[in-house]
T-cell receptor, first 114, second 111 residues
Framework: EAGVAQSPRYKIIEKRQSVAFWCNPISGHATLYWYQQILGQGPKLLIQFQNNGVVDDSQLPKDRFSAERLKGVDSTLKIQPAKLEDSAVYLC????????????FGPGTRLLVL | QKEVEQDPGPLSVPEGAIVSLNCTYSNSAFQYFMWYRQYSRKGPELLMYTYSSGNKEDGRFTAQVDKSSKYISLFIRDSQPSDSATYLCALSGAGSYQLTFGKGTKLSVIP
């Protein structure tokens, strides 16, 4: 079974630039999550999708972050404009449904904002 | 007070040692308790999952939950260099299935 795929793996941008991350969840997983993991911290949930609908985006900084999951499969997370404090690893995870205790994580995209 | 507290370490032990990793939490509504292992430059992977107070064993790993004290532990017996990673506790069930993570404890097992 293929795991959660993410790209790019690394990205370096300057502040005020925009950046986009892509995630392909495990086939058949209806629930998709985006997390932000700052160095030395645990992952923090940014947004949760159920199929192509948003379940929770209460911790997503909506003035600069946006996410979509068209067709209920792949998802993209965008930051525009980026700030220095956005430097982090952005993790995508998926599960069969929201009640599943097992979330499968991708390798993450490491973002550095200069 | 943060919802989940975890000592970030780092923790360094010799090979073969017993390792004890801990988290405390403040919200008594948490019902599901998990430990994730995260190798450097990788995503977290689920290691142990428990629902109720008590112990759960899986090979060299034992997860312990004490709901009365709001305290969870992960014990690793006969630690190996391959156990070197960051261990994250994660809790859910306080009104949703969403995970609340601790900061993670970085463990190094020295050969």
């Amino acid at each position: 079974e293929a795991g959660v795929a993410q790209s790019p793996r690394y990205k370096i941008i300057e502040k005020r630039q925009s950046v986009a991350f892509w995630c392909n969840p495990i086939s058949g997983h209806a629930t998709l999550y985006w997390y932000q993991q700052i160095l030395g911290q645990g992952p923090k949930l940014l947004i949760q999708f159920q199929n192509n609908g948003v379940v929770d985006d209460s911790q997503l900084p909506k003035d600069r972050f946006s996410a979509e999951r068209l067709k209920g499969v792949d998802s993209t997370l965008k930051i525009q404009p980026a700030k220095l404090e956005d430097s982090a690893v952005y993790l995508c995870a998926s599960s069969l449904d929201p009640s599943q205790e097992t979330q499968y994580f991708g390798p993450g995209t490491r973002l550095l904002v200069l | 007070q943060k919802e989940v507290e975890q000592d970030p370490g780092p923790l360094s032990v010799p090979e073969g040692a017993i390792v004890s990793l801990n988290c405390t939490y403040s919200n008594s509504a948490f019902q599901y308790f998990m430990w994730y292992r995260q190798y450097s430059r990788k995503g977290p992977e689920l290691l142990m999952y428990t629902y109720s107070s008590g112990n759960k064993e899986d090979g060299r790993f034992t997860a312990q939950v004490d709901k009365s004290s709001k305290y969870i532990s992960l014990f690793i017996r006969d630690s190996q260099p391959s156990d070197s990673a960051t261990y994250l506790c994660a809790l859910s069930g306080a009104g949703s299935y969403q995970l609340t993570f601790g900061k993670g404890t970085k463990l190094s097992v020295i050969p």
